[in-house]
């Protein structure tokens, strides 16, 4: 749930739905089986017991030029999903092979 919520920030409407737009089926799942403990949490916090969530899955499909084969072709589509990477690659002086 962590990882979910940090990589995919939620955007608030006026009529105050929280939409949440999601990369993959597997996350929609994991949010779905916590949807009432997240309600109740944010309902509580934000003091607002209008909220309602609304969750949608983005429709993304892969084009030939996105498949990745080598190593350091995942490593880079990885390191665009999460910039992060690159810098551990250079702390540690990583290397693909």
């Given at each position: ?65 996105e498949?990745?084969f ?17 810098m ?10």
């Amino acid at each position: 749930m962590f990882t979910i919520l940090n990589n995919h920030l939620p955007q608030i409407e006026k009529d105050h739905t929280i939409n949440l737009e999601l990369s993959s089926p597997v996350q929609e799942v994991e949010i779905e089986k916590n949807r009432d403990s997240i309600m109740l949490f944010l309902k509580k916090e934000l003091h607002n017991s209008l909220l309602s969530l609304k969750v949608k899955v983005a429709e993304h499909q892969a084009s030939p030029q996105e498949k990745v084969f080598t190593a350091a072709d995942k490593f880079k589509v990885m390191m665009e999903k999460n910039p992060a990477l690159a810098m551990l690659k250079q702390q540690f002086n990583l290397d693909l092979e």
